[in-house]
Every structure is written in structure tokens, then in C-alpha cells.
């Protein structure tokens, strides 16, 4: 169903709006795919962060967001130097295979994070889950867990915002129809937008 075909939110005719230059054509969907095909870096296999509890983040990630735990490696060198400082890996498995992944490694975090974002703008791990629904489901677990968490109609997808345990920025996200409009368009005038981009950005200040 096209974007023409349905009523629009004032959200999803924006979005569509920032795109409208990428005019779109009946072979889009043969031409995502082939140029997919090509691509050599096939997916995510894991993000990697570091855990400051390693219980607390099993609970929150099995618990939570319902994602199992696959892998637990105890590994008493470090794999770079081989000096005897023991560490653990353990991964959380999503719907297709791909992981987010934990170290803990007393010698090195004693609890703290190398480095924290402070914000979603900075670095942020979305997670796309099936329908709105979906996302109604992680809220409710979410508040029933206490954890805080801030929703956004993007238009092109909706948002659920939030920290886990380690202060790892998430987001879960949940593409309406639109978004597969979105993305031919969006695909057509990328580089074009990049070039716009450098000249807006040479016109900010810094407040």
C-alpha cells in the first residue's frame, strides 16, 4: 500500500515531505535488493559494551526485553597482551541472529563505563521490533520494571527511548507503512542531502 493509497499523519507527511525530490519508480524494490546483494558487509553481528553488573544486565535483557542470553564465555587471558586477567563476554540473541554483547573485566571497569554517552544524539543502539504493538508490549514491561523511557513518532518509524542498566542508550523502534515509501525516496537524493548538509552546517553557531 503507497503513501497515496492510505491517510496520512501529519508526521508521515512530513517525513515523506523531506524526501519528495526521490521520485519513486516500479523497480524500487528489485533495485534495494540488488544493491544489497552487493554489499559486502552482510549485517550486525554484535554491538559490544560494557557491563557494570552482570546479573543485573542478564535480568534486564531476558527479563525485559525478552532477548536470551546465548553466549557466556569466561576467559582467563587477555586476548591481546595474554596477561592472566580474567574477563567474561556474554551475548544477548535477537530475532535474526545479531547480538548485543557485554564485557566484564574487573581489571579494566571496577564498575565504571570507558566511556558513557550523555545522550541519544551522541550514540544510541536501535532495535526494531514488528509492529506498534510490539512496542505497547515493551512499554508496559518497561514501566512495570520502572525503567524510564520517552516515545517519538518520527513518521518514517516510532521510537521508544531508554537506558539499560549499564547506561547504554536504546531505542526501540517499529516501521509503519510508510517507511518502506520513506526509504526508496530517502535512497534516490542520500549524497545530494549530505552536500546540502555541509552547507546548512557551515551556517550554525554554537550556542
Request: charged letters at 25%.
Amino acid at each position: 500500500m503507497t503513501s497515496k493509497q492510505r491517510v496520512l499523519s501529519t508526521q508521515e507527511e512530513n517525513v515523506l515531505a523531506a524526501v519528495k525530490e526521490g521520485a519513486l519508480h516500479p523497480d524500487d524494490a528489485r533495485r534495494t535488493q540488488e544493491r544489497r546483494a552487493k554489499n559486502r558487509v552482510r549485517g550486525l553481528n554484535h554491538h559490544a559494551y560494557y557491563a557494570r553488573d552482570v546479573e543485573q544486565t542478564r535480568q534486564f535483557y531476558e527479563d525485559v526485553l525478552e532477548m536470551p542470553m546465548t553466549v557466556f564465555l569466561t576467559i582467563p587471558d587477555e586476548v591481546f597482551s595474554g596477561d592472566p586477567l580474567p574477563y567474561c563476554h556474554f551475548f544477548f540473541e535477537m530475532g535474526d541472529g545479531s547480538a548485543i554483547a557485554f564485557f566484564d573485566y574487573p581489571a579494566f571497569h571496577d564498575g565504571k563505563a570507558t566511556f558513557r554517552a550523555p545522550s541519544v544524539y551522541d550514540h544510541h543502539i536501535a532495535l526494531q521490533v514488528n509492529s506498534d504493538e510490539d512496542l505497547k508490549h515493551f512499554q508496559a514491561k518497561l514501566e512495570a520494571a520502572r525503567i524510564k523511557y520517552s516515545y517519538i513518532d518520527h513518521g518514517a518509524f516510532h521510537s521508544v527511548y531508554f537506558e539499560d542498566p549499564n547506561g547504554l542508550n536504546l531505542e526501540l523502534c517499529s516501521v509503519p507503512p510508510v517507511g518502506e515509501e520513506f526509504g526508496y525516496r530517502a535512497a534516490k537524493i542520500a549524497h545530494d542531502e549530505l552536500k546540502n548538509w555541509q552547507k546548512i552546517r557551515a551556517t550554525v553557531r554554537r550556542s
